[in-house]
C-alpha cells in the first residue's frame, strides 16, 4: 500500500476502473494535497521548489520530469474532483476552474461567461492584479491553501477519493429517507417518482404529445403534481384532515414547501414518520385519481379518501421496526380519532 502512493500502476486493458488502480491513484493525490495544502516537509518542499515555483499543480508545464512527477500529472484531474481552494495570494488558483468561491469551479456556474471569455487559464492573482483583464477587489497576501473537499474536515483522505473513482453520482440523501421508510417497496419507487416529478399526470403526459384531458376532471383547473397532491379542493380536506390529527399549524401548500416545512434535514429522525404519512396520503389521491380518470369511479365524499388513506397506514405499519412502530402506532391513533369525526 505505501509503495503504490509512490508510483502510477499500468492501466493495463482495463475498461473499468478496478479498486487497486482507485486505490493506487488515491494514494498517488494525496501527494498532489500535501504539495497544494502548505505540508512543509523536506521532500514537499523540494517538489514544490522543482516544478512549481509560484504556480499550483494544474499550471506547471515543466518539460523533463520524473516517473513520479508524470504519475502525479496522471491523476490531477482526478483529485481536481474533491480540490477546493483558501484562497491566498492567488497565484496557483485558476480563476475559472478552481473551486475557491462556493461549491463548484466559477465555469460551471457561469458557463456562458466562461465560454466568452479569453483568459480562461487566469489565476485569481492575474485577474486581480489585472495582469490579465477582470476585476476583484480582494487584499490577497498568503500563499493560496489547498484544502480538500470531499471530506467534511478540509482534510485529504485517501478513502474520499477511492470511493468517490468507485462511485461516480452523487447521493441523494432525501431519497435515501425513502429507502430507509417502511413502506412496501413499489410505493417506495412511487415515491421516488414523485421526488422526480415522473408520474404520469396530464401535465407529464403532454410532454410525450398524449392528446386526453390536461385539466383535473374535479376542478377543471391544470393538472399537475402540486394540484394533484397538494391544491385540488378534494386534496385540500385530506391535508386538513391530516392537520386537525396531528396538531399542525397548516397545511403544505406544495411538494417544495412539503420538503423545506415538515421535513427536516435529511436523515433527520422523524423523516421517516412523515414520509410514512405523505406516501399514504398520496398513494390514496394516486389511486383516487386513477379510479376516477380511467374508470370513472368517483368518490362520493372526499372523506373516503381519507378512510383509503387510513387503511394503507394500518396496512404497511406492519412493516415498522420495532423502534418506529410506536411512533407509527400514535399516529395512527390521532388520525383514527379525527377520521371518526369526519
Ligand atoms: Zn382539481
Sequence with gaps: ???????????????????????????????????ESGDSSMCINLLRTKYLGNCGVFQEKVKSCSFFWSGLRKVRDWYGYGKGVIVGDGKSTRFWLDVWRGECPLNNRFPSLYRICWENEATVEEI????R????RRNLEERDMGIWKLEESGRYSIR??????????????RLTDIWNTRIPLKIQIFLWMVWHDRIQIAEQLKKRKWTGQVHCKLCAQKEDLNHLLFRCSVVIFVWCWVLDSLGWLRIPSSFEDFQASFLGKPGAKNNCTHIFLFAGVCWALWRTR???????????????????TFGFLQQWHALSTKEAKRKVEDLLTKLHVKLQAL
Design 1 to 35: 500500500m505505501y509503495l503504490m502512493g509512490f508510483y502510477l500502476l499500468y492501466e493495463g486493458n482495463h475498461q473499468r476502473m478496478d479498486t487497486t488502480r482507485a486505490m493506487n491513484m488515491a494514494l498517488l493525490a494525496k501527494w498532489l494535497f500535501r504539495i
Design 128 to 131: 486581480v492584479t489585472g495582469h
Design 133 to 136: 483583464s477582470l476585476s476583484f
Design 160 to 173: 474520499s477519493l477511492n470511493q468517490f473513482m468507485l462511485n461516480l453520482g452523487t447521493v441523494d440523501l
Design 290 to 308: 386513477n379510479d376516477w380518470v380511467f374508470s370513472d369511479i368517483l368518490v362520493r365524499h372526499p372523506k373516503h379518501i381519507a378512510h383509503r
